[in-house]
């Protein structure tokens, strides 16, 4: 399709799931919890075909679809419709009923209407889940537009939440462009997920445009291995980091930060462990991503980089789980994302250097420290530059929807999962109403008691105190005479 084209399908998806977003928001919210669970059911209940699909169109190993995929669809429902009617709940505004007598005020979270939800291809359900749940809950309709290269098993997710709930929901497959058209139609807020090169256009499209919007982005993570690691568990958990997904996670393990008293025992045992993930790491789902691992593993070796394992893949094969050592800071594979298995290690000898090391990239997405001593561990993860830092763990808290899942710097200043999503996906509205049958202090007309009255309450926002609080109300008492008078 064209991009004009694009444009006049945007427009109707937008102008259709707007339709039926009035309907969805005016239901009760118990009512969209009902629905949203049986949606919820209705998608477990064929949890089975949807893991094949994605394992079919992802390439990731069953069990991968299973976990990161499949099981995020009910916890991550599970949490929105447990929690949400208490996060979404009226808040009582505070008015001082001194100056201002008679009034009370709340403020209601209402939905923005329409939201656009883009995706990339490598995690093709829980990523748009995590906006899913929340954005329809709010009352929100939602038009997702998963990446052209996974576009079947976002628009499975689509389908069997709209047999369900209805038109409120819809998926605008197709590229880029189609994406952009999205935007250009002007939604009521966007949640972008995929690289900071897109992100960036995304942002500024959404800026011109007055259109909300956040932006989760690469990353170029970091485990710090620190001298009193747990060396098997440690070891374990860092393969599993860098290899998972076959890499391509925005938050895997890139890079690896080892203190000098540790490195002996555990870098032959980190290279152990990935070379016993080799038989679960598929290709990468695509073409041009492999040729981006190739070309930062090959600049990598000529510019003097030892491999430790794996390496280049040898004709069509897979790219096997790689460790690189000796790479120049300002190569490929220190400074770029790779989103591969392959990952850059150095050695140091204190932990200042180990803090340094894992700073020195403009992403800042998630880090882990690993360490026996985990409240020593954690004073070294405060001085880590990230979105997210675990301890003794990497990454795996990204289907938690209660924990935010958010970066800083090239990786994004978005999130999602985490109360805190509502900021975007809901927007305040206040109400206050007003007993009060007198005139305002404040109202017309102006007189040397307004003056007075005005500087009794600095002085009583300085003070403080029964005192204050007397002369305010005879300074009140003054005023309301004249404007009366
Ligand atoms: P892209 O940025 O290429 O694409 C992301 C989405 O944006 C796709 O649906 C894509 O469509 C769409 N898109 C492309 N151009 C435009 C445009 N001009 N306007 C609107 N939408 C557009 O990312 P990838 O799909 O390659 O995903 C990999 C990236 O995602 C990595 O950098 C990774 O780190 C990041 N990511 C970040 C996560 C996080 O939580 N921070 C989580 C997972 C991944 P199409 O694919 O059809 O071209």
Known sequence: ??????????????????????????????????????????????????????????????????????????????YWLRKGPDLLKPRKGDVPSLEMPGKKAWIERVPRGVVVCISPWNFPVQLPMRTVAPTLLAGNGLILK????????????????????????????????????????????????????????VGVMCAERGIPCEQELGGKDCAVV??????????????????????????????????????????????????????????????????IVIEQIEEAIARGAQVLTGGLPIGDAPIPPTLLTKVPRDAMAWKDESFGPIAVLEVHTSEEELITAANDTRYGLGNSVWGHNTDHATDVARRVVSGMVWINNHSFSAALADLPWVGTGDSGTGMTN????????????????????????????????????????????????????????????????????
């Open 1 to 78: 399709m064209s991009h004009p084209d694009w444009s006049k399908l945007a427009e109707q998806k937008i102008a259709a799931v707007r339709a039926a977003q009035v309907e969805w928001a005016a239901l009760p919210i118990q009512t969209r919890i009902e629905k949203l669970n049986a949606a919820k059911l209705a998608i477990l209940a064929r949890g089975e075909e949807l893991a094949q699909l994605i394992s079919d169109e992802t390439r990731k190993p069953l069990a991968e679809a299973y976990s990161a995929e499949v099981l995020a669809i009910g916890d991550i429902f599970g």
């Open 146 to 201: 998963p990446s052209e290269v996974t576009p079947k098993s976002g628009a499975w997710l689509v389908a069997r939440i709209r047999e369900v709930i209805g038109p409120v929901i819809d998926v605008m497959e197709g590229d880029g462009a189609a994406g952009a058209a999205l935007i250009e139609a002007m939604p009521d807020a966007v949640v972008f997920t995929g690289s900071t090169r897109t992100g960036r256009k």
């Open 226 to 291: 620190l001298a009193d690691a747990d060396l098997d568990r440690t070891a374990t958990g860092v393969a599993w980091g860098i290899v998972s997904n076959a890499g391509q996670n925005c938050s895997g393990i890139e890079r690896v930060a080892v203190a000098a008293q540790i490195a002996p025992q555990f870098i032959p045992l980190l290279v152990k462990k990935l070379q016993e993930t080799a038989k679960d790491v598929p290709e990468l789902v695509t073409p041009m991503q492999r040729r």
């Open 418 to 485: 985490s109360p805190d999503v509502l900021h975007l996906l809901t927007r305040p509205r206040l109400y206050v109403v007003d007993s009060n049958k007198d005139l305002e202090p404040w109202w017309y007309p102006y007189g040397p008691k307004l003056l007075d009255l005005m500087r009794v309450l600095v002085s009583r926002q300085q003070t403080g105190g029964l005192g204050a609080t007397l002369r305010t109300l005879s300074a009140l008492k003054a005023r309301m005479k004249e404007i009366k008078s």
